[in-house]
């Protein structure tokens, strides 16, 4: 049985960093990228996501104004997708995703809360990597 290629939309500064995630990430198995410039809006960017459906978009933020709210709206328009935000300044990586569920007891809040719990990092807040 094959399986579907991750896909992953790359959006950022055409630079030589942007370039390298490309490349390395292209040279994976089964993964599939797609790469838009940073001069691209972000129209563009949410187009290019309707259209792939990737499993992943990767940002790269930094010495350009790019909005840090724009993870949250991708994720409002693309419920399933994974964004992925790295900066430079102190090599640093930031994952959102975007979790819904019915609630229909309120024994449910709790089952939300230790499934959370249960699936947070090792990692804490401000350790690195």
């Not at 942007?18 to 599939?32: E, H, I, P």
């Not at 797609?34 to 809006?41: A, H, Y």
């Not at 990737?54 to 991708?74: A, C, H, K, S, W």
């Not at 959102?96 to 699936?119: F, G, P």
Request: charge should be positive.
């Amino acid at each position: 049985m094959e399986t579907r290629p991750k896909a992953i939309v790359l959006w950022g500064k055409e630079d030589l960093l942007v370039s390298s995630f490309g490349y390395y990430l292209a040279s994976q198995k089964n993964w599939q990228v797609v790469g838009i410039s940073k001069k691209e809006s972000i129209e563009i960017l949410d187009q290019a996501v309707k259209e792939t459906n990737p499993d992943f978009v990767i940002i790269r933020l930094g010495e350009y104004n790019v909005t840090t709210l724009l993870p949250m709206q991708l994720l409002q328009r693309h419920p399933s997708l994974k964004v992925i935000t790295v900066r430079l300044e102190n090599n640093s990586m930031e994952v959102y995703s975007k979790y819904a569920r019915e609630t229909k007891k309120a024994t449910d809040l709790i089952s939300v809360l230790d499934h959370t719990w249960n699936q947070r990092p090792a990692v804490t807040a401000g350790e690195r990597i």
